[in-house]
T-cell receptor, first 117, second 115 residues
Framework: ETGVTQTPRHLVMGMTNKKSLKCEQH?????MYWYKQSAKKPLELMFV???????ENNSVPSRFSPECPNSSHLFLHLHTLQPEDSALYLC????????????????FGPGTRLTVL | AQKVTQAQTEISVVEKEDVTLDCVYE???????LFWYKQPPSGELVFLIR??????QNEISGRYSWNFQKSTSSFNFTITASQVVDSAVYFC????????????FGSGTKLNVKP
């Protein structure tokens, strides 16, 4: 496997379900990100992890819970979601996140299309 | 305040036409980076180019070219002789020294290239 992979690619869940999204990067990067992409809205940054430590939480509701066990894996745990949470969830990684070395681009996974009923 | 503005929500052209996608950014930092990404219907954002704030040289890569003008805070993207495969949503993004944890994305421009 190369690049950034995300599973599952599609997920349908009820509001009372608990599910998790998984992201894995095979690029040796040290920073990972979760984004939410809703229809007709800009990409919304949710969380940033740098060397497994969370460095950004962009006012995300607590029903979204990230986990970064190591620099290669990132999870997004979901519980009691709302229909408005239906969106494409994108994971990305980049090499830097250290001062003076913030020039690198992000590499994105294919996303998980989430539908909340 | 929005840091990256892509005023064109959707553009439709006929194959072989040239098309320019606009991007205007806002930052007070003198050190920053600008990016363009392509998002085809499959969903995955694909990196196209990075430009740092100290390099105003325009760049050409095949049918793609980028015009970076600090005087107008713009980083426009031109596709020459467009093809149907260019149909996608294109995003401009900004990353700057004062908030380097984040990439600020524009709202995207959907390009439809018709045969």
């Amino acid at each position: 496997e190369t690049g950034v992979t995300q599973t599952p690619r599609h997920l349908v869940m009820g509001m009372t379900n608990k599910k998790s999204l998984k992201c894995e990067q095979h690029l040796g990067h040290n920073a990972m990100y979760w984004y939410k992409q809703s229809a007709k809205k800009p990409l919304e940054l949710m969380f940033v992890y740098n060397f497994k430590e969370q460095t950004e939480n962009n006012s995300v509701p607590s029903r979204f819970s990230p986990e970064c066990p190591n620099s290669s894996h990132l999870f997004l745990h979901l519980h009691t979601l709302q229909p408005e949470d239906s969106a494409l969830y994108l994971c990305a990684s980049s090499q830097d996140q250290v001062e003076l070395l913030f020039n690198n681009e992000q590499f994105f996974g294919p996303g998980t299309r989430l539908t909340v009923l | 305040a929005q840091k990256v503005t892509q005023a064109q929500t959707e553009i439709s052209v006929v194959e072989k036409e040239d098309v320019t996608l606009d991007c205007v950014y806002e930052t007070r930092d003198t050190t920053y980076y600008l990016f363009w990404y392509k998002q085809p219907p499959s969903g995955e954002l694909v990196f196209l180019i990075r430009r740092n704030s100290f390099d105003e040289q325009n760049e050409i890569s095949g049918r793609y070219s980028w015009n970076f003008q600090k005087s107008t805070s713009s980083f426009n993207f031109t596709i020459t002789a467009s093809q149907v495969v260019d149909s996608a949503v294109y995003f401009c993004a900004l990353r700057y020294w004062g908030d380097f944890n984040k990439f600020y994305f524009g709202s995207g421009t959907k390009l439809n290239v018709k045969p």
